[in-house]
């Protein structure tokens, strides 16, 4: 007689977070990416879901936020514990964060009151969600903060820490910065450069950024990049396995210079190449080479 072999777990990720973090947007990224995607499910719906579409044996993505009638912080980690006992599933809990002051702007901008503040400021509603998720935000797998995320670059995260495409190994992502403009905050890994040689300085230069290759060359000449570009490597190596043991399916690493457009560019595009010829899965992007208005801010780009 034949033995068969059971199914893998089905991947199950429970999505929440702030009202105005992205909900909608994370649950149609995973939809997407070919999860069965459920949004605002009362929790005394989420065990009866499980099972109805266990038959199917499709990944399920359930967002449940504060809006739903019967929500509270303890059930829902009960039930996610309970969940979380079961062979038959990998349950992941993805949290949605954002600042006050972008969420008080969102909301304004859309003219939507806050679910939690119908008749009080934005502000009110925000903090007492706060207060009615941080059990939640204690207890999750991945935090995805969204204050400074594009649509795209949520999307993006929401896929890479869920994704299906069956490969278990570490997919990395690689983006350049300008320390003048803030941290990226979904960043794990974070280097500055800016104590390379800064093509800024080279008026025929300036325009250009650290895609063009006379940019390179003065980055890569500096005495020091070299022996720098060496040691990072040298780290990543022994760090990026250890990652990967430990289950994380995605890794974000920031390179920051002064303005974003010069030597973190190269350096972010050198570290992207390395990580593909060491058989890694690579993203890249650079995320202040297009903003406008440094230099007439004063912001000297590099």
């Given at each position: 007689?034949?033995a068969?072999?059971?199914p ?8 929440t977070?702030l009202?105005g973090a ?20 009362r929790l005394s719906?989420?065990?009866a ?6 038959a199917m044996?499709r ?12 929500f509270?912080s303890?059930?829902f ?16 809990l993805v949290f949605?964060?954002c600042?006050?002051?972008v ?7 859309t003219?939507r ?16 969600e ?11 797998d991945?935090?995805?903060?969204t ?5 795209r670059?949520l999307?993006?995260l929401?896929v890479?820490?869920?994704r299906?495409d ?7 992502f ?5 320390f003048r403009?803030?941290l990226p ?8 450069v ?8 080279v008026?025929?230069l300036r325009p250009?950024s650290g895609l ?10 500096d005495?020091?990049?070299a022996?720098f ?9 022994s760090?990026?396995p ?5 289950g994380?399916s ?17 350096v972010?595009e050198r ?12 993203g890249?992007?650079h995320?202040?080479?297009?903003r406008s ?10």
């Amino acid at each position: 007689m034949t033995a068969f072999a059971p199914p893998p777990p089905r991947p199950l990720v429970l999505v929440t977070g702030l009202s105005g973090a992205g909900l909608s947007t994370a649950l149609k990224a995973l939809e997407d990416h070919g999860y069965e995607a459920v949004d605002n499910l009362r929790l005394s719906l989420v065990m009866a879901l499980v099972e109805q579409s266990d038959a199917m044996h499709r990944p399920l993505a359930i967002g449940i936020d504060s809006r739903t009638r019967d929500f509270d912080s303890y059930i829902f980690l009960e039930q996610l514990a309970a969940l979380q006992r079961r062979a038959d599933l990998t349950v992941r809990l993805v949290f949605l964060d954002c600042s006050d002051e972008v969420l008080q702007r969102r909301f304004t901008e859309t003219r939507r009151r806050h679910p939690l503040a119908a008749d009080r400021p934005v502000a009110d509603g925000i903090q007492r969600e706060r207060i009615l998720l941080a059990l939640l935000k204690d207890h999750a797998d991945t935090t995805i903060d969204t204050s400074d995320l594009s649509i795209r670059d949520l999307r993006r995260l929401a896929v890479g820490h869920c994704r299906l495409d069956g490969d278990s190994g570490l997919n990395v992502f690689v983006t350049s910065f300008s320390f003048r403009l803030g941290l990226p905050r979904e960043a794990d890994l974070v280097f500055d450069v800016r104590f390379l040689d800064n093509p800024y300085y080279v008026p025929s230069l300036r325009p250009l950024s650290g895609l063009d290759a006379g940019v390179v060359e003065v980055v890569t000449a500096d005495r020091d990049f070299a022996a720098f570009f060496e040691h990072l490597t040298g780290l990543l190596r022994s760090l990026l396995p250890r990652y990967n043991q430990e289950g994380k399916s995605y890794l974000t690493i920031a390179i920051g210079c002064t303005g974003g457009r010069h030597r973190s560019v190269v350096v972010a595009e050198r570290l992207a190449g390395w990580l593909r010829d060491e058989g890694y899965k690579v993203g890249s992007s650079h995320r202040d080479l297009e903003r406008s208005g440094l230099e007439r801010s004063g912001l000297r780009p590099g």
